[in-house]
T-cell receptor, first 114, second 117 residues
């Protein structure tokens, strides 16, 4: 079946450091890919998405490119802030995310120190 | 505009009991999905309801059942609770509509924390 694998956390960085969180997937078809973020005490929020190969999703300084050849969707940010501390989930679905279930990775806990 | 709401916030049940969790979707949304998130894990898809019917189901036993009402709100029922059912249960709503794929985004509620003792 389909699956998503993320790098294990926690990931601890200093403020203004460069961030990469790795995500790879296994899928039988051609899914859409997502990054969700879960801030402490809050629900999951969609951070960015890409619906086909070579698409780049971006939001709030975060970026991820859908790489079909490496089945990857790594999350990057050039300069992280303390407010970026949260748990980040990579996910996939076949309908853009709304008309079927999402398959999530286990999540990566990001801690940004001032 | 109210987002997705869930009740109750926390719940403690005993093994073998039954539980019902509730979800109200975001205004304008007609599709509700349920997920189970165990501690330290990613959410796992339980099922999705659309037009009052279960449209898709994940790998969960029949002890997990649901319902969607005409106003699009939804319930998740779990029978014969096991210790392993302890988790955060998330509800997400969406509105597939027609046309643009942007409308397919799922919006998540804050979740119900279920503890089974």
């Amino acid at each position: 079946g389909d699956s998503v694998t993320q790098m294990e956390g926690p990931v601890t960085l200093s403020e203004e450091a460069f961030l990469t969180i790795n995500c790879t997937y296994t899928a039988t078809g051609y899914p859409s890919l997502f990054w969700y973020v879960q801030y402490p005490g809050e629900g999951l929020q969609l951070l960015l998405k890409a619906t086909k190969a070579d698409d780049k999703g971006s939001n709030k300084g975060f970026e991820a490119t859908y790489r079909k050849e490496t089945t990857s969707f790594h999350l990057e940010k050039g300069s992280v802030q303390v407010s970026d501390s949260a748990v980040y989930f990579c996910a996939l679905s076949y309908s853009g995310g709304g008309a079927d279930g999402l398959t999530f990775g286990k999540g990566t806990h990001l801690i940004i120190q001032p | 505009d109210a987002g997705v709401t869930q009740s109750p916030t926390h719940l403690i049940k005993t093994r073998g009991q039954q539980v019902t969790l509730r979800c109200s979707p975001k205004s304008g949304h007609d599709t509700v999905s349920w997920y189970q998130q165990a501690l330290g894990q990613g959410p796992q898809f339980i099922f999705q309801y659309y037009e009052e019917e279960e449209r898709q189901r994940g790998n969960f036993p029949d002890r997990f059942s649901g319902h969607q009402f005409p106003n699009y709100s939804s319930e998740l029922n779990v029978n014969a609770l096991l210790l392993g059912d302890s988790a955060l249960y998330l509800c997400a709503s969406s509105h597939p509509g027609t046309g643009r794929i942007d409308r397919y985004e799922q919006y998540f509620g804050p979740g119900t924390r279920l503890t089974v003792t």
